[in-house]
């Protein structure tokens, strides 16, 4: 079945420590890819995306993201996470051609940093 | 620049009844997106809206309408409610309907069906 699969439902980290969220999707064809995350309290907001190109995107506050095809793979990373990074993450990917702007995202991750 | 607002925050409803949520999209946006969050689950997609026409739809039933107004806002209705429809509802807007243009959310709505 097509899907978007965060394995990490909750990550709990401290304060410099490194973080790799991961996620595959399952869906054929072209894919884009994103990164939303949303703080408690706040909306969705967008993170980072990858349409083309350098398979490793940027983002904000820190946060880069890698496309690996082979492994239907856009894992984010960010080498020393603060408190403020505690949020719900959510990848999602939509699918060129027929289905438009649908996005279709994983079930979350929560992140926990400890000061 | 606003960006994309929706009314109200919260609702209660009670099992059969009938709902009408708003969005108005981000300035300059023409499209926009209704998707559904239950608790401990990603946002679903509902249908998207562009130029005032239904694009596409997922996996919901008929009781799930919506409409979109020239201004580019929108209406989501819901109706004959199910407990099982209690989710936050999210709106998000694009500038135009292909994948890669980014959707913008909005902060949501509650609804909670009793």
């Known amino acids: 079945a097509q899907s978007v699969s965060q394995h990490n439902h909750h990550v709990i980290l401290s304060e410099a420590a490194s973080l790799e969220l991961g996620c595959n999707y399952s869906y054929g064809g072209t894919v884009n890819l994103f990164w939303y995350v949303q703080y408690p309290g706040q909306h969705l907001q967008l993170l980072l995306k990858y349409f083309s190109g350098d398979p490793l995107v940027k983002g904000i506050k820190g946060f880069e993201a890698e496309f690996i095809k082979s492994k239907f793979s856009f894992n984010l990373r960010k080498p020393s996470v603060q408190w403020s990074d505690t949020a719900e993450y959510f990848c999602a990917v939509s699918v060129r051609g027929s289905t438009l702007g649908r996005l279709y995202f994983g079930r979350g991750t929560q992140l926990t940093v400890w000061p | 620049d606003a960006g994309v607002t929706q009314s109200p925050t919260h609702l209660i409803k009670t099992r059969g009844q009938q709902v009408t949520l708003r969005c108005s999209p981000k300035s300059g946006h023409d499209t926009v997106s209704w998707y559904q969050q239950a608790l401990g689950q990603g946002p679903q997609f509902i249908f998207q809206?562009?130029?005032?026409?239904?694009?596409q739809r997922g996996n919901f039933p008929d009781r799930f309408s919506g409409h979109q107004f020239p201004n580019y806002s929108s209406e989501l209705n819901v109706n004959a409610l199910l407990l099982g429809d209690s989710a936050l509802y999210l709106c998000?807007?694009?500038?135009?309907?292909?994948?890669?243009?980014?959707?913008?959310f909005g902060p949501g709505t509650r609804l909670t069906v009793l």
């Open positions: 809206y562009y130029e005032e026409e239904e694009r």
């Open positions: 998000a807007s694009s500038l135009g309907e292909q994948s890669t243009d980014t959707q913008y």
